[in-house]
Each structure stands twice: as structure tokens, then as C-alpha cells.
């Protein structure tokens, strides 16, 4: 059986779900948020990382023939992600 129940909405409903769901109170000190986010700081052996471009992989291998950008344009991509990175960062 399920409950509805209300939320600070704060912008951290799926942490604050998972704390009611482990602890059953919600996480008012966003102890569950700084250990998610220091997981994926830190991401310790590249784990997060290579689970990602493993997924990335696999997606882009389903992508049918016809929808796939041509090297030009992927080229063309990179290089402008590339301006964008150094102009902002």
C-alpha cells in the first residue's frame, strides 16, 4: 500500500524520498545530498565515469544509421565545446 506524503520542495524530492524510505524521516540535513555528492566528486577508480561511457556506448550503438551525425559535424561539435569550455571555465 502506498501513502502520499508531503515534501519541503526544496528541489530535493528523490533524496528527501530515499531518506524517508531508509530512515523514515526526511532529510532536513541534507547528509544523504553531501554523501551523493561527495561519491561523485571524488568517484574513486573512475567508477561513475566508466559505468557512464559504458551507457553512452551502448545508446550511441542503437542510434539507427540514418540519425547518426556525419564526422564533419561531430568534428564541428567538439571544437565549439571545446571554445565554450575555455571561454566559460
Given at each position: 500500500m502506498y501513502n502520499c506524503l508531503s515534501d519541503t520542495g526544496d528541489g530535493n524530492c528523490l533524496l528527501h524520498a530515499v531518506s524517508l524510505?531508509?530512515?523514515g524521516v526526511?532529510?532536513?540535513a541534507m547528509l544523504l545530498r553531501r554523501l551523493v555528492y561527495l561519491s561523485l566528486v571524488e568517484d574513486f577508480g573512475n567508477a561513475f565515469r566508466k559505468r557512464w561511457k559504458s551507457e553512452r556506448m551502448r545508446l550511441d550503438n542503437e542510434?539507427?544509421?540514418g540519425m547518426k551525425l556525419s564526422?564533419?559535424?561531430?568534428?564541428?561539435?567538439r571544437i565549439s565545446q571545446c571554445y565554450v569550455r575555455n571561454i566559460f571555465w
Open positions: 524510505a531508509i530512515w526526511p532529510d532536513e542510434v539507427p544509421e564526422k564533419k559535424v561531430n568534428r564541428s561539435c
